[in-house]
């Protein structure tokens, strides 16, 4: 998610081509793919590494669902699923991609993300209603966020 935010802060900064020219954002615009090419790698190995546990050892994983602090973390997920999809627009074209091929990618990670963000937004909530020991002298600082 943070590798992401910042390939695209990167594209995005302002006054480059005003201060430095069309050539200085054009190499603004490399780094950026570059930064965004590692964020996607990074995102998608963990990615994979998320599902493998949770396919190879369900009940570790419903385990970590049912600790208060962690099953909070669940949410990153969905989030820089956002920023990876966001990024492919942005930068698609870079990576051998043609617009509608970028277009259509980030419209399949939306919805891979609505349904990660559904899921994210009520698991988490749910288990920490049910299933959660909530003593005030236990809660940790993390459901302050």
């Given at each position: 998610?943070?590798?992401?935010?910042?390939?695209?802060?990167?594209?995005?900064?302002?006054?480059?081509?005003?201060?430095?020219?069309?050539?200085?954002?054009?190499?603004?615009?490399?780094?950026?793919?570059?930064?965004?090419?590692?964020?996607?790698?990074y995102c998608a190995a963990f990615s994979l590494l998320l599902l493998y546990r949770i396919v190879s050892q369900?009940?570790?994983?419903?385990?970590?669902?049912?600790?208060?602090?962690?099953?909070?973390?669940?949410?990153?997920?969905?989030?820089?699923?956002?920023?990876?999809?966001?990024?492919?627009?942005?930068?698609?074209?870079?990576?051998?991609?043609?617009?509608?091929?970028?277009?259509?990618?980030?419209?399949?990670?939306?919805?891979?993300?609505?349904?990660?963000?559904?899921?994210?937004?009520?698991?988490?909530?749910?288990l920490m209603i049910t299933k959660h020991d909530n003593k005030i002298h236990s809660m940790p600082s993390l459901?302050?966020?």
């Open positions: 998610m943070g590798w992401g935010g910042v390939a695209l802060a990167i594209n995005g900064y302002p006054g480059v081509k005003q201060d430095y020219g069309t050539k200085a954002q054009d190499r603004m615009h490399d780094i950026a793919t570059v930064v965004w090419v590692w964020a996607f790698v369900p009940r570790a994983f419903l385990a970590t669902m049912h600790k208060p602090g962690e099953s909070l973390f669940f949410g990153c997920v969905p989030m820089g699923v956002a920023v990876i999809a966001m990024g492919l627009v942005t930068f698609g074209q870079n990576v051998g991609l043609t617009g509608k091929q970028a277009h259509d990618g980030a419209l399949v990670m939306f919805w891979i993300d609505v349904v990660l963000c559904a899921i994210s937004m009520t698991v988490p909530p749910w459901w302050l966020l």
